[in-house]
Antibody, heavy 121, light 110 residues
Framework: EVQLLESGGGLVQPGGSLRLSCAAS????????MTWVRQAPGKGLEWLSG????????YYADSVKGRFTISRDTSENTLYLRMNSLRAEDTAIYYC??????????????WGQGTLVTVSS | QSVLTQPPSASGTPGQRVTISCSGS????????VNWYQQLPGTAPKLLIY???QRPSGVPDRFSGSKSGTSASLAISGLQSEDEADYYC???????????FGGGTRLTVL
């Protein structure tokens, strides 16, 4: 059974940093691209970043480029999102999602339950 | 303002057929396939349609997708109360080098 378990969310002050984790199980982690998608309260979905199955390619939305870094640890089957210089507008539920193959960053066939990040003083 | 444009709302009565549109441009829908997601209240999104017209296993054949040019559509036939949810389209954008989502359509079953 595929499982994605996000952690690391919480309350952080503006300008602060946070690292989200997504522990994956139930599938061959190396064979699938992984992504982060967020949803601000009462708003729609926003794709943030994707990383290829091999980890050799990464992509970012303009809204987080230079502030967020996606990475993956194949030995731990874990996806990460390092978030720096956080702003109030980064407040959202952050979902990790599994792509159907190693490179289809928009074909997300399984999602975690999300972790809430609140940026506030 | 989302890169992909969806109507904010749609509605239908049980048994009806409804369609939700998704309009983009040559760099996203015009060049790549479209995926559709269903998000029930308080839950994570679920893949409904991938590669413009393919259904993952377990998705009822009441749901279908199509694409023409720079637009795509999701059709739901035999509408049921449990279809009440938010629906999002998404596609890779060659210019932005990332995935773009539509703003979402809230479907109400009257």
């Amino acid at each position: 059974e595929v499982q994605l378990l996000e952690s690391g969310g919480g309350l952080v002050q503006p300008g602060g940093s946070l690292r989200l984790s997504c522990a994956a199980s139930g599938f061959n982690f190396n064979n699938h691209a992984m992504t982060w998608v967020r949803q601000a309260p009462g708003k729609g979905l926003e794709w943030l970043s994707g990383i290829s199955g091999s980890g050799g390619s990464t992509y970012y939305a303009d809204s987080v480029k230079g502030r967020f870094t996606i990475s993956r640890d194949t030995s731990e089957n874990t996806l990460y999102l390092r978030m720096n210089s956080l702003r109030a507008e980064d407040t959202a539920i952050y979902y990790c999602a599994k792509a159907i193959d190693g490179y289809s960053y928009g074909n997300l066939d399984f999602w975690g339950q999300g972790t809430l990040v609140t940026v506030s003083s | 303002q989302s890169v992909l444009t969806q109507p904010p709302s749609a509605s239908g009565t049980p048994g009806q057929r409804v369609t939700i549109s998704c309009s983009g441009s040559g760099s996203n829908i015009g060049s790549n396939t479209v995926n559709w997601y269903q998000q029930l209240p308080g839950t994570a999104p679920k893949l409904l349609i991938y590669s413009s017209n393919q259904r993952p296993s377990g998705v009822p054949d009441r749901f279908s997708g199509s694409k023409s040019g720079t637009s795509a559509s999701l059709a739901i036939s035999g509408l049921q109360s449990e279809d009440e949810a938010d629906y999002y389209c998404a596609a890779w954008d060659d210019s932005l080098k990332g995935v773009v989502f539509g703003g979402g359509t809230r479907l109400t079953v009257l």
